[in-house]
Antibody, heavy 120, light 107 residues
């Protein structure tokens, strides 16, 4: 069954680095037909696209977060990951990973999301 | 960034009602628009892409229309499983942006 699953700490201290991994099952990240993206949802800002990656490592980032974000891919594990550094309370959100249709750029399959709280 | 404005932010409706949700883009995006359904604790689900194309497996009571800056999602006859939040996404220009969401509630 095709699905995406986010994993990682639910609590991160301010100024530290948020790290999440998305495990893809039922599809190959290396298939070449999709990008793989991260989106977050917070009460204050709604849904915000963070960035996306192709299996080759090519990335697109939201300029508003680009200075703090790194998205990477591990094709051997069929996973991709998000690192967001220097976090503050404003980074508290539900983080989703999603599959993105290449050239069309909409997200056709999403994970259920994971809540990350930034607090000391 | 292209701003996506949805209206209304919430709507109360009964089973069998026709519901229409609007999404407006701050700049023209041709037909590069998708609609999603979100239920609490569940993964968002793609309903419509390219403004009017129905995603495989989505009931035909869902339809999308529009081009340029104004788009609509219509549920022709609301079913109990349709009570959820709906949001739009523009796919014309990076950074990709989303509407604020419309909650469809039981009247």
């Amino acid at each position: 069954q095709l699905q995406l699953q986010e994993s990682g700490p639910g609590l991160v201290r301010p100024s530290e680095t948020l790290s999440l991994t998305c495990t893809v099952s039922g599809d190959s990240i290396s298939g070449g037909n999709h990008y793989w993206g991260w989106i977050r949802q917070s009460p204050g800002k709604g849904l915000e696209w963070i960035g996306s990656i192709f299996y080759s490592g090519s990335t697109y980032y939201n300029p508003s977060l680009k200075s703090r974000v790194t998205i990477s891919v591990d094709t051997s594990k069929n996973q991709f990951s998000l690192k967001l550094n220097s976090v503050t309370a404003a980074d508290t959100a539900v983080y989703y990973c999603a599959r993105q249709v290449i050239y069309y750029w909409y997200f056709d399959l999403w994970g259920r999301g994971t809540l990350v709280t930034v607090s000391s | 960034d292209i701003q996506m404005t949805q209206s209304p932010s919430s709507v109360s409706a009964s089973v069998g009602d026709r519901v229409t949700i609007t999404c407006r883009a701050s700049l023209g995006i041709s037909n590069w628009l998708a609609w999603f359904q979100q239920k609490p604790g569940k993964a968002p689900k793609l309903l419509i892409f390219s403004a009017s194309s129905l995603q495989s497996g989505v009931p035909s009571r869902f339809s999308g229309s529009g081009s340029g800056t104004e788009f609509t999602l219509t549920i022709s006859s609301l079913q109990p499983e349709d009570f959820a939040t709906y949001f739009c996404q523009q796919a014309n220009t990076f950074p990709l942006t989303f509407g604020g969401g419309t909650k469809v509630e039981i009247k």
